[in-house]
């Protein structure tokens, strides 16, 4: 069965220090994405960062970095140098077929 | 301009009652989605559309309606409303149906229903 698995309900960082977001993710097809979505308090929900399974690098986007570990089917989020508005939920999400499979999210509070 | 806009933001209603959400995006998209998320931030899909055609239809009761007037509108419609019905509502469209990198999701910024 298709599963995004969050192991982390909620992590405190400290401000500036890098963060990792775990993320595992269990699919039998070849060919899948990974998504990781921001949602801050305010309640909107921000496309941070993709990453599909024939990607042979890792994707990056600003401080957002994928690290993606095929076999281990992990697709772990790092955010570099965090900052006060890093403080959300994060949820990461698997493509499958015509929809999104989505984990039960973290909760990230930067603490400065 | 936003890009995935649906209104209203907040919802407040007596149980019984019937209500409407709207969504519309002008990003040209031909796939749009309803979301519910609980109390607990879980994300679950209800509908999906592509081209005005419902593609996904979870489980969810049929006091629920979408309509998709045309691929930029999917609305939600909500008969009798029950207490169990309060969450926070999303629309969202992505470009294809399915597919790889082109295919993020865009969110609207969500409808808070508090049935009371």
């Known amino acids: 069965a298709q599963k995004i698995t969050q192991t982390q309900p909620g992590m405190f960082v400290q401000e500036k220090e890098a963060v990792t977001l775990d993320c595992t993710y269990d699919?039998?097809?070849?060919?899948?994405?990974l998504f990781w979505y921001k949602q801050p308090s305010s309640g909107e929900m921000i496309f941070l960062i993709y990453?599909?399974?024939?990607d042979e690098q890792n994707a990056t986007e600003g401080r957002y970095s994928l690290n993606f570990q095929k076999a281990r089917k992990s697709a772990n989020l790092v955010i570099s140098a965090s900052q006060l508005g890093d403080s959300a939920m994060y949820f990461c999400?698997?493509?499958?077929?015509?929809?999104?499979?989505w984990g039960a999210g973290t909760k990230l509070i930067i603490k400065p | 301009d936003t890009a995935v806009s649906q209104t209203p933001k907040y919802l407040v209603t007596q149980m019984g009652n019937d209500k409407s959400i709207k969504c519309e995006q002008n990003?040209?998209?031909?796939?749009m989605y309803w979301y519910k998320q609980d109390s607990k931030k879980f994300l679950k899909i209800m509908f999906s559309?592509?081209?005005?055609?419902?593609?996904i239809n979870e489980t969810v009761p049929n006091r629920f309606s979408p309509k998709s007037p045309d691929k930029a509108h999917l609305n939600l419609h909500i008969n009798s409303l029950e207490l169990g019905d309060s969450a926070v509502y999303f629309c969202?469209?992505?470009?294809?149906?399915?597919?790889?990198?082109?295919?993020?999701?865009?969110f609207g910024a969500g409808t808070r229903l508090s049935v009371l």
């Open positions: 559309y592509n081209n005005k055609e419902l593609i």
């Open positions: 990003l040209g998209h031909d796939t």
């Open positions: 999400a698997m493509r499958s077929n015509y929809q999104l499979i």
């Open positions: 699919t039998s097809d070849q060919s899948y994405g």
């Open positions: 990453q599909g399974s024939y």
């Open positions: 969202a469209s992505s470009p294809l149906l399915f597919g790889t990198k082109v295919n993020i999701q865009y």
